[in-house]
């Protein structure tokens, strides 16, 4: 699965870049996504399984994919601003995880519990041509546990460096000579090596002050290994 998420998104590393997406481009939300255009238009309403299973299906992939859909779009959207002179960091951190799971959860309770919401919900979807009937159901609400798996999934994409992170880390050294180890301390605390995390923060503020990229290359191979 690790040699398909490279090929899927890419791996940056010393003078490559790589959109900030990483997470959604694992192959589980990926699966996921896939699992919910099936379910939606080939299951539901065939027969071959029942309505409450389709439904809960609905629900299951959605949550598998939808938080970490959200986080990579914003962290894209804030790569373009960066791009054009902005100041932000436009790699994952655990605090837009944690926002797009809560809002993920927050959405699914409203519409499970809410008709009206539900219908405004659909109406919106339907206005940016996703037509989609959605219906409370206050059981549905059984498969919030999901989004455990999103969370896994990023907080993984964490502790092996996000896409983008060298991107922001070296932004930083060189506009204020941040150290590097300043922006990995999330991935160190998530890190099974944080003596990795430790070497490869050597190692780039080494390479931003004109050194060589070999041992950023096998810090990060040790890393995502």
């Not at 255009?37 to 939808?66: E, M």
């Not at 969370?151 to 992170?165: F, K, S, T």
């Not at 070497?199 to 780039?204: K, N």
């Amino acid at each position: 699965m690790g040699a398909l998420h490279r090929i899927l998104a890419g791996h940056d590393g010393p003078g490559r870049r790589a959109l900030p997406a990483s997470e959604f481009l694992h192959p589980v939300p990926l699966l996921a996504l896939a699992t919910l255009a099936v379910n939606d238009h080939v299951l539901k309403g065939s027969g071959l399984l029942p309505a409450p299973v389709t439904g809960k299906l609905s629900d299951i992939a959605g949550f598998v994919f939808f938080p970490l859909l959200c986080t990579a779009l914003l962290d894209c959207a804030l790569w373009a601003l960066a791009h054009l002179g902005v100041r932000v960091d436009f790699s994952l951190r655990m605090g837009k995880l944690y926002a797009t799971l809560a809002a993920t959860a927050a959405l699914m309770i409203a519409i499970k519990l809410s008709v009206p919401a539900a219908s405004t919900v659909a109406d919106a979807l339907g206005a940016i041509g996703f037509e989609s009937k959605i219906v409370s159901d206050a059981t549905d609400l059984w498969t919030l546990p999901a989004l455990a798996i999103p969370w896994w999934i990023g907080r993984r994409e964490i502790a092996r460096v996000p896409l983008g992170r060298l991107e922001v880390l070296e932004r930083s050294w060189r506009r204020d000579r941040t150290p590097a180890a300043h922006g990995l301390r999330d991935t160190r605390a998530r890190s099974r090596d944080p003596a990795a995390v430790d070497a490869l923060a050597t190692a780039l503020d080494e390479y931003f002050a004109d050194g060589g990229a070999a041992p950023v290359e096998q810090a990060l191979a040790r890393i995502r290994g």
